[in-house]
């Protein structure tokens, strides 16, 4: 079976920056987080920090499409 036929449908749940809309975020550790404070998490984009980004539901499929064509559009 190939693999857009399995990944037809299916959802996933990321995150994204509310600055300049990147999905390139990930999580800080600070001394705060060992002591059970809310974690930070870091845009890698633009450097916006938040407590918590927003979420969005995409389909993969449609995912993996919009990151070719901006792959495409970078290397132009």
């Known amino acids: ?3 857009s036929q ?4 299916k959802t ?3 995150y994204f920056c509310p600055k300049c809309k990147s999905k390139n975020i990930k999580y800080i550790f600070t001394l705060a987080t060992l002591f059970g404070l809310l974690p930070k998490q870091r845009c ?10 927003p979420i969005i ?5 449609k995912l993996n499409k919009a990151d ?3 792959k495409q ?3 132009k």
């Open 1 to 3: 079976m190939k693999q």
């Open 6 to 9: 399995q990944l037809k449908g």
């Open 12 to 14: 996933i749940k990321i």
């Open 44 to 53: 890698m984009s633009c450097g916006y920090e938040a407590a918590i980004f």
């Open 57 to 61: 539901e995409v389909d993969i499929e």
């Open 68 to 70: 070719k064509k901006i």
């Open 73 to 75: 559009q970078k290397t």
